[in-house]
């Protein structure tokens, strides 16, 4: 398996599970400013090609998961947020907004192991993954307001569909830090563990997905993203012809004689 080269992020594969470790805690693995936008998106498209990968893991370095937007980078007007209204806008079509489109197209079970604060961009990050794990150290913001922006990434789609749109809109216009055990008590997260416990959580998550036959976890992942946006009796058509794949698979055999020789 040829691991694909990043920049700012460590890539690690084992056991069908691919853990991607954002890794400038530096800058608190902020995501405008770094190669991690980058690093993202290619490990995003490697894992499409990968079918030595059933499960994408995503955890940060250091005390945070991700900072989003370079601060520094917006007070100076310099970087990702430099120029005029034109300017801005294809600099973000061209780099962060990028992220969402490609965690989107992902194939496989995304888990998103938080580590520290996931605050602005890094919030949303955390949102694309289908499951989030939290440490106890854990905090979430959506905290664009604060500095008079929006959030262009993405995430004014992604959370309202992930806690519904009340929820959603309070969270994103009062800006305020929800911590670990709030974020479960609305539905951010699935669970809550003691920092020295989350990617051992994580990772029995990602273990239980990856033991299942691993074309029928894909086409599952995508039954359950078109699902949002089909009427039924289209969906119920996709169903049929994903589930006659599935029936002609080798694996679906193997897992029919699996559980037939424990009856």
Known sequence: MNLPQLTDALLDVSNRVATLTLNRHDVRNALTGTGLIEDIITV????NRCDEVSVLVIT???????SGGNVKDMADRGGDFAGDVAE??????????RIPL?????EV???AAVNGPAIGAGFDLANMADIRIASEKAKFGE?????????GDGGAWFMQRLIGYQRAFELTLSGRIVGAVEAKEIGIVLDVVAPEELMTRAGEIAARFAAQPPKAVRLTKRLMKMAQRMELKDFLD???AFQG?????PEHLDAVRKMLEKS
């Open 44 to 47: 995003a498209e490697w894992i």
């Open 60 to 66: 940060g370095a250091g005390s945070a998961f991700s």
């Open 88 to 97: 801005v806008a294809t600099r973000y079509r061209r780099g962060i907004q």
């Open 102 to 106: 490609a965690l989107q197209q992902v």
């Open 109 to 111: 079970p995304v888990i």
């Open 143 to 151: 905290t664009f307001l604060n500095l008079g922006i929006i959030p």
């Open 238 to 240: 996709l169903s049929a």
């Open 245 to 249: 794949m599935c029936h002609n698979e």
